[in-house]
């Protein structure tokens, strides 16, 4: 059995020398990142890789695990360690694996990584290869039309229908908006307003509250994406510090 790679995320260092502890003793467990900083998190997945397991925190300063979850679930199996629990039910709607208590005892640790890596292992043989196109239903009878994911540059909804805007052409299918963020099910895909989901790979830019898109389109951005929209941009944002070098 191949090595399991671990991250943990908690803002309590001493929650995290215990959990380090735990995956020092359990075998085919690999810490390879820990922080007390919930958002240094995207930055480390870009440089070292998908992890196959995430220990977090839920009650953290600035961006909460409950908040970073939503962002980064399809990378992880997602284990909650929190000293709340009142949190349990919406951890797992966020597709927890697990939910543990502090303190947490080395005999829970363990039975939590033993679901985790029964669950991956399940999925391992259930889930099909992952294919770079999909199909859609088109207007005509029996009509099939061929999409690659990377030509898609964003999908707007309407209502119990969407409108999918590729390089070449703008196709409609009847599918809703919820349905079609379950299928995408891709890193590269974001609802940025309560109608759109964008690629990110084929954003032009950002101005405000608008998304100009390679195809010159402006998509709005909602309040309540935005956040996680500036948190999945920054790490492909280049600026310098020298400002604040100036400023000390």
Do not use: W
């Amino acid at each position: 059995m191949s090595d399991y790679n671990c991250y943990v995320v908690d803002d309590e260092a001493d929650s995290i020398d215990i959990i380090q502890d735990y995956i020092s003793q359990t075998p085919n467990l690999r810490l390879i990142y820990s922080s007390t900083n919930p958002r240094d998190i995207f930055s480390v997945i870009t440089k070292q890789g998908k992890p196959k397991i995430t220990f977090l925190d839920i009650e953290m300063p600035g961006i909460s695990g409950l908040e970073l979850a939503g962002l980064i679930s399809s990378h992880t199996a997602i284990i909650f360690i929190t000293s709340h629990t009142e949190h349990a039910l919406e951890a797992f709607e966020r597709d927890a694996y697990d939910f543990l208590v502090k303190p947490v005892s080395y005999s829970r640790f363990l039975q939590a990584v033993i679901k985790v890596q029964g669950r991956i292992q399940n999925n391992l043989i259930s889930r099909p290869t992952e294919d770079n196109y999909f199909f859609i239903r088109g207007n005509k009878q029996g009509e099939l039309i061929k999409i690659y994911f990377a030509e898609i540059l964003y999908i707007e909804s309407l209502q119990n229908y969407v409108k999918l805007y590729t390089e070449k052409r703008m196709h409609i299918t009847y599918l809703t908006l919820k349905e079609f963020e379950f299928k995408l099910n891709r890193n590269n895909f974001l609802k940025v307003h309560k109608s759109y989901v964008v690629n990110l790979d084929r954003i032009s830019g950002l101005m405000n509250n608008e998304l100009l898109m390679e195809n010159n389109i402006a998509v709005p951005v909602g309040s309540v994406f935005r956040s996680d929209l500036l948190i999945r941009l920054k790490n492909r944002i280049f600026s310098t510090d020298r400002r604040k070098a100036l400023d000390n």
